[in-house]
Structure formats: structure tokens, C-alpha cells
């Protein structure tokens, strides 16, 4: 079975600061995407980065970055220069290729500090 | 641009009543999803669909039923409510072709069985 673990419940960061979510994952796949999304308080789900599995070279949208570690099955979000726009729920989420659905983590919830 | 639009975004119903949350997408896309959020268990999938006429079971089925009757709808039939039915409803939907799991949600339905 395919599983994704976020095992921070809670994290919060200081404004301007950079804060990393951790994410793990478990699949015996070779082909597959990984995701980070953010839920803001208004409740709709947007995606902040997405990694292929076959690409070395972590992903990067402006203050957001991954580091991808295929060997360990990790895939954290590092968020730099925070910003209070940023608070929010972060699901790291698993997709293989083909007609497979998404898996996702618990969440992370992510408090930002003014 | 409307994107994935729910609606109710918010009910009540009584043990035993039934009702339909409706979903529809603009995007013409093939792959529509509806989940449920429960707090702090993330989102689980209930059904998914790949294509007009075909539906498929998620994670946690039992108590619902969906219908892919168009490309733009995909509503989520709930029968005989049961206070563990309680949750956060979000219907999200993907493109075909780049089938590279990019999911776009809808605002949630918010629903209490009392």
C-alpha cells in the first residue's frame, strides 16, 4: 500500500523566516509525482509544487523549493522569507502514473508569526 | 473563470435523509474526484471518475454513490446520512492528457449530520 507521512502536526515560523515541512513516503513504484498543497483558511486546496520522481533536480516556484531524497522517500518543503499570507494546512500528496488517484498526507498546519 | 464549483458550501441534515452535492468543472477535464476531510485526517478518496460513464470506488465508499452522466458533472449521492458521514465534501478534477496529477478543487461543502 501506498502511504504518505507528515509527521509534524503543527509548525510555526517567524515572519521572514524559513521554515521546512517534512514529508515521507512508501511505494515500491519507480514512476511517480509528488506534491505539496496548501488549504488557507478559506478551505480550497491549491498546489504549491510538484516533483516528478525521475527528475534529480529539486523543484523550485520563487520562496517555495523541495529537497527530494528518492533513496529515503522524503520530500520536504522548505518555504523561505515566510510570509503570513503562507499560514495555512500543507498536504504533501503521492501520485503514480496512469489513472491513479492522488494519496495524501494528515497535514501540516503552519502558523505565521508577525 | 470558474474553475471546479460546489454546491451547497454548507448543510445540515437529519439521520436517514439523503441528499446529492453537486459538482461541476469548466476545464474539460476527464478525471473528476470527490474526497472528505476530516480533522486532522487529511483528505480520503470517496469515488473517482475517469470519463463520462465510468465511475470507480476510492478509499471510503460505503454510505455514497456518484453518477458521470457528462464531462462537467460529477455529483456525489449521499443516502440514508449518518452522523459519521459528518465532514468536509471537496470535489476536485485533472486534466487527461498530462496526466501528471495536478488536482483543481472546489471551495468544500461542509456537512453535519445531526
Known amino acids: 500500500a501506498q502511504t504518505v507521512t507528515q509527521s509534524q502536526p503543527e509548525m510555526s515560523v517567524q515572519e521572514a523566516e524559513t521554515v521546512t515541512l517534512s514529508c515521507t513516503y512508501d511505494t515500491s513504484e519507480s514512476d511517480y509525482y509528488l506534491f505539496w498543497y496548501k488549504q488557507p483558511p478559506s478551505r480550497q486546496m491549491i498546489l504549491v509544487i510538484r516533483?516528478?520522481?525521475?527528475?534529480?533536480q529539486n523543484a523550485t516556484e520563487n520562496r517555495f523549493s523541495v529537497n527530494f531524497q528518492k533513496a529515503a522517500k522524503s520530500f520536504s518543503l522548505k518555504i523561505s522569507d515566510s510570509q503570513l499570507g503562507d499560514a495555512a494546512m500543507y498536504f504533501c500528496?503521492?501520485?503514480?502514473?496512469?489513472?491513479?488517484?492522488?494519496?495524501f498526507g494528515k497535514g501540516t498546519r503552519l502558523s505565521v508569526i508577525a | 473563470n470558474a474553475g471546479v464549483t460546489q454546491t451547497p458550501k454548507f448543510r445540515i441534515l437529519k439521520i436517514g435523509q439523503s441528499m446529492t452535492l453537486q459538482c461541476a468543472q469548466d476545464m474539460n477535464h476527464n478525471y473528476m474526484y470527490w474526497y472528505r476531510q476530516d480533522p486532522g485526517m487529511g483528505l480520503k478518496l470517496i469515488y473517482y471518475s475517469v470519463g463520462a460513464g465510468i465511475t470507480d470506488k476510492g478509499e471510503v465508499p460505503n454510505g455514497y454513490n456518484v453518477s458521470r452522466s457528462t464531462t462537467e458533472d460529477f455529483p456525489l449521492r449521499l443516502e440514508l446520512a449518518a452522523p459519521s458521514q459528518t465532514s468536509v465534501y471537496f470535489c476536485?478534477?485533472?486534466?487527461?492528457?498530462?496526466?501528471?496529477?495536478?488536482?483543481?478543487f472546489g471551495e468544500g461543502s461542509r456537512l453535519t449530520v445531526l
Open positions: 500528496a503521492l501520485k503514480f502514473s496512469g489513472n491513479t488517484p492522488l494519496v
Open positions: 516533483q516528478e520522481a525521475y527528475k534529480q
Open positions: 476536485a478534477s485533472s486534466y487527461s492528457r498530462k496526466n501528471t496529477g495536478e488536482l483543481f
